[in-house]
């Protein structure tokens, strides 16, 4: 079984290095597949997620060529199938970013339906609502779901609720619709932007991503390009955490600033110190940090996917904060992992009152999803003893190396494949 073995206490201090963006790669791959010519895609995460999809566009019949791990080619003119397979919905959920692309490009697809997962339910019937109305046919039948359309129609598109999913999906689709489409009460997080860039970049015609008013006008095709992903925000958010509950000194490189404004925010309010650099943001834990209350919200409000790593910090800040979870229902399950590990939060629904503590002990822990996988790791560096995590399949899901740039800042933590083995047991 795969664990990482983490002996807490050590100085976190150095810099740090962020990757890809996992989340915005996962829609720019999905759409690669929308022309025929060469697109070359750089600074990919080399994260399982990632590497699913590739696998994926290879499966459906297109050219994968891992120039090395941070860049791929792809070349789609050989697509021979418009059928997703199951296996890869099962281990990727963004596999349903191909029913935008394929129903765009090809005007078919046929792609499992996605389930529910840790975090919570997570409906696609936004992503449905959006698709018929550009015309197209849905039919759900068996697990799959299936869409045709004889001609994709622009139309005036307004989502119930704020999605990056079916933001990202009806918009691909849109691209290759006849005419204008609006999308109304569009998500606005950093990845849709770089979609909607890389699209652009092919010679579609979106204008406004970033704001809740999107435009498209439809073009008949799309063209090669070469475009390079920003840098992740959640990754980057992950490490600025670590630095406040670890009270460690991280320069984090390679961001943009503008995209962690709301976790600098709370960060400050914390009493961390935060410098901001043209492509870096330093962390310095303070030493005697306070409570903040935090409310996960739509970009630009706090992400939900950084809300149980700011959680652990605020675990070990002095009096009582509350930590509202608006955008999953099911996303406070690790508090009772690091409830073996000390740590004093009561759960009501979706909201936590976390009471501060000095400090975490190490145990035996499972990472129960990606993000709260990288907390409990942050809980670990801080805690007293030794902690082992299993679970850590989630990790690797979207942290790429996260053992070894941890390492790099002097944070004891070994990945094992056998209990048995740790140098730290
Ligand atoms: C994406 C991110 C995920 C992040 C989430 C919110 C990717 C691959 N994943 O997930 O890491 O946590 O955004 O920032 O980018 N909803 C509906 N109907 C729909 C679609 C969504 O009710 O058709 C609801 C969801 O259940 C959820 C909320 O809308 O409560 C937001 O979900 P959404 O933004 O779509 O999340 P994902 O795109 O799945």
């Keep these: 079984m795969e664990q990482y073995v983490i002996r807490g206490g050590s100085e976190l201090k150095g810099e740090v290095v962020i990757g890809g963006a996992k989340n915005a790669a996962l829609g720019i791959l999905a759409a690669s597949i929308m022309t025929d010519e060469d697109v070359l895609i750089e600074n990919i995460p080399n994260v399982n997620d990632i590497n699913v999809m590739l696998e994926a566009i290879a499966h459906l019949g297109a050219k994968v060529d891992r120039i090395d791990e941070h860049n791929v080619r792809i070349n789609a003119s050989t697509i021979s199938s418009y059928e997703v397979n199951d296996d890869y919905m099962r281990r990727i959920r963004a596999s349903y970013y191909f029913i935008g692309s394929m129903l765009g490009k090809y005007k078919c697809a046929k792609v499992p339906l996605p389930g529910g997962c840790a975090i919570g339910a997570r409906p696609i019937d936004q992503h449905i609502k959006g698709f018929e109305a550009l015309n197209a046919k849905i039919n759900i039948s068996r697990g799959y779901l299936s869409t045709e359309a004889k001609a994709l129609k622009g139309a005036h598109i307004y989502f119930d609720v704020v999605t990056v999913g079916a933001t990202i999906n009806v918009m691909m689709a849109a691209c290759m619709a006849e005419g204008q489409t609006i999308i109304e009460n569009a998500a606005r997080e950093p990845h849709i ?33 070469q475009y390079t992903i920003i840098p992740d925000q959640i990754e980057a958010g992950t490490f600025m955490c670590m630095a406040a509950a670890c009270r460690g000194d991280i320069l984090i490189k390679n961001v943009i ?53 700011i959680t652990v910090a605020l675990a070990l800040a002095e009096g009582a904060s509350i930590v509202t979870e608006s955008v999953f229902e099911n996303r406070f399950k690790y508090v009772d992992e690091l409830g073996r590990m000390g740590a004093d939060i009561r759960v009501e629904r979706n909201v936590a009152v976390v009471d501060g503590i000095k400090r975490f002990s190490g145990t035996s822990i499972s990472a129960p999803d990606l993000r709260a996988g990288a907390a409990l790791v ?29 390492r790099a800042l002097g944070g004891v933590i070994e990945y094992i494949n056998d209990p048995n083995k740790s140098e730290y047991a």
């Design 193 to 225: 932007v770089d979609v909607a860039n890389f699209l652009n970049s092919m010679g579609a015609k979106i204008k406004g991503a970033g704001t809740d008013t999107i435009r498209i006008k439809g073009v008949s095709k799309l063209h090669g390009t």
């Design 257 to 309: 600033p503008k995209h962690l404004e709301s976790i600098t925010a709370k960060l400050l309010e914390m009493g961390n110190v935060v410098q901001e650099f043209d492509e870096a943001v330093r962390v310095i834990g303070a030493e005697h940090q306070r409570h903040t209350d935090v409310k996960t919200l739509p970009y630009p409000g706090f992400p939900t996917d950084m809300q149980p790593q």
């Design 378 to 406: 942050i809980a670990a560096l801080q805690a007293e003893g030794v902690t082992h995590i299993d679970g850590i399949g989630f990790i690797k899901r979207g942290y790429e190396e996260f053992d070894k740039k941890i």
